[in-house]
T-cell receptor, first 115, second 117 residues
């Protein structure tokens, strides 16, 4: 069974803390993604990576950074958490596809609350 | 600019009726793919259907079909014979290629579908 695992289901952090969200996939996928999901705004892409040590900014990278030291792991880092980063964070992974149908697989999500 | 636009925040449909969820997209990549995902209240993301930009025929998967109109840049999801279990949030997404061979995957804002008796 394919799996994308996020390290925490719920997190509560204080303003100004450095926060790490971890995501691990066991499918040997090249591509990994971090999204945040907010009501009415859908899934917004924060960062993505298509290879080890490669990273690309998504649509809302401000206040975030990422790390991909190994193919299976993609970490999202909030350098100094702020209350407007309170959200549901979703990790996904996907094989590179050309025109083939390769769906993205999602983790269970991390509900982060910054107080 | 929005890459994926879903203009219907909420939709209602009666059980056993068909419903169309709208999606338009914007890309300059000639090789792209379009996906629909379902997110029930439990929060998991469930893949429904895929359409490649070069596919000649509209994709179908059981009760789901994708009405792909390339010139209009639209990829609407049609659900036939709606069931109560179809009540969920539905997201349209687009895959584009990036330099280096990877994929960028962008989602829309979603449509909340409610199926009524």
């Amino acid at each position: 069974d394919v799996k994308v695992t996020q390290s925490s289901r719920y997190l509560v952090k204080r303003t100004g803390e450095k926060v790490f969200l971890e995501c691990v996939q066991d499918m040997d996928h090249e591509n990994m993604f971090w999204y945040r999901q907010d009501p009415g705004l859908g899934l917004r892409l924060i960062y993505f990576s298509y290879d080890v040590k490669m990273k690309e900014k998504g649509d809302i990278p401000e206040g975030y950074s990422v790390s991909r030291e190994k193919k299976e792991r993609f970490s999202l880092i909030l350098e100094s958490a702020s209350t407007n980063q309170t959200s549901m964070y979703l990790c996904a992974s996907k094989a590179s596809s050309g025109q083939r149908n390769t769906e993205a697989f999602f983790g269970q999500g991390t509900r982060l609350t910054v107080v | 600019a929005q890459k994926i636009t879903q203009t219907q925040p909420g939709m209602f449909v009666q059980e056993k009726e068909a419903v169309t969820l709208d999606c338009t997209y914007d890309t300059s990549d000639p090789s792209y793919g379009l996906f629909w995902y379902k997110q029930p209240s439990s929060g998991e993301m469930i893949f429904l259907i895929y359409q490649g930009s070069y596919d000649q025929q509209n994709a179908t998967e059981g009760r789901y079909s994708l009405n792909f109109q390339k010139a209009r840049k639209s990829a609407n999801l049609v659900i036939s014979a709606s069931q109560l279990g179809d009540s969920a949030m539905y997201f349209c997404a687009m895959r584009e290629g990036v330099t280096g061979g990877g994929n960028k995957l962008t989602f829309g804002t979603g449509t909340q579908l409610k199926v009524e008796l």
